[in-house]
């Protein structure tokens, strides 16, 4: 049967399918555009960029399309304000928020007419997001790449935070590589949709180094770790050169601090330079974020035949929710 919108706001997405923000420069344009084109939410990841060049991006990203192209800025960085607000005046359809929670976000986006999109990993802080007027709620378990803010997995955080909110649409995260487990999450937990990041490395639009991609395409599941980020949260990456060096207790720390980009920073290694590295082709000294699931994916494929297998595979088994 054929799967739902989503609707967050005004902006109607035609297929139930979030592109996760993935900053350092993973998620730009170059993958928003096509993934709002298709129907879904393509989001750019505005965190650690400097506001001018993430401004370019989105207009970039609005001239391109008339699709949803949402930002995800992490509450974390010490530039938070700036860059929702920056991205507000570019053109952004909608701020996704995570990696800590912010209370004056809600008054931004009443102020500014712009959905505010929450990304919590509780019960609690999915209660809090509804009553302080998020649009839309993402949970994101602990199969997700990137910063984590759980240790459960989706299957059993979700069923929590679904009895808590009941007026917003909720979006479920991490883990999730085929239409398939999107119908088992859409059908049996009553999810609204989906958000999805790793599959989306692995398209043709995605705009990392080839060298990154590569990572994901030869991770096996043990290869897919928990590393200690330091914004003070736990992060899942792929074992690179790098995270063994952490691992062995090497000194990684960077010589000082260029970017200064964190409200709170542990400086056992600067994230920004690390995530940069990567993204730019240099894998073994860098960080390479990834979902746990990053092994069951073995081919890159244009992002419109993500979305096409995503869709059927999804309709072959989805019943509407009663
Ligand atoms: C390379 C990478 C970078 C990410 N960066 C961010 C980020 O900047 N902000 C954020 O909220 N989530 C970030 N995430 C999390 C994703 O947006 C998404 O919620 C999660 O990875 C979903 O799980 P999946 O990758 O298994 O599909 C990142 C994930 C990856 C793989």
Redesign the pocket.
């Known amino acids: 049967m054929k799967l739902p919108e989503l609707t967050i706001g005004s902006f109607v997405a035609r297929i139930p399918i979030i592109?996760?923000?993935?900053?350092?420069r993973?998620?730009t344009s170059a993958l928003a555009v096509p993934v709002a084109e298709c129907g879904g939410i393509g989001?750019i990841?505005?965190?650690?960029l400097p506001v001018a060049e993430l401004q370019e991006d989105i207009r970039r990203a609005k001239q391109a399309t008339d699709g949803v192209i949402a930002v995800?800025?992490?509450y974390a960085m010490k530039d938070f304000y700036n860059l929702v607000m920056g991205s507000i005046e570019a053109g952004a359809d909608m701020i996704?928020?995570?990696?800590g929670f912010s209370r004056d976000i809600f008054k931004i986006g009443k102020k500014h007419n712009i959905p505010i999109v929450s990304?919590v990993s509780s019960p609690a802080f999915a209660k809090l997001a509804e009553k302080l007027g998020a649009a839309a709620i993402?949970v994101?378990?602990a199969?997700?790449?990137?910063?984590l803010g759980t240790d459960k997995s989706l299957r059993d955080i979700f069923p929590s935070i679904r009895k808590v909110v009941s007026k917003v649409p909720l979006i479920a995260?991490?883990?999730?590589?085929n239409g398939f487990e999107m119908a088992e999450i859409m059908d049996k937990f009553g999810a609204d949709g989906i958000?999805?990041?790793?599959?989306?490395?692995l398209s043709k639009e995605c705009s990392?180094s080839q060298k990154f991609k590569e990572a994901f395409l030869e991770a096996k599941k043990e290869d897919i770790v928990l590393v200690q980020s330091p914004v003070g949260m736990t992060g899942?990456a792929i074992k690179t050169p790098f995270v063994e060096q952490m691992e062995r207790g090497d000194d990684v720390a960077a010589k000082e601090c260029k970017f200064k980009c964190l409200k709170k920073c542990s400086y056992k290694y600067c994230i920004n330079d690390r995530?940069m590295a990567s993204c730019t082709g240099d894998v073994d000294d860098g960080l390479?974020?990834?979902?746990?699931?990053?092994w069951k994916m073995d081919e890159i494929l244009p992002v419109q035949e993500i979305f096409d297998r995503f869709v059927h595979e999804a309709e072959s088994v989805y019943k509407e929710k009663k």
């Open positions: 592109q996760g923000g993935m900053s350092i993973v998620s989001t990841g505005g965190s650690g995800n800025i992490m996704i928020t995570g990696a990304i993402i994101e378990a199969e997700a790449g990137g910063h995260a991490g883990g999730i590589t958000q999805i990041a790793s599959r989306f490395v990392v899942r995530l390479v974020f990834s979902g746990a699931n990053t």
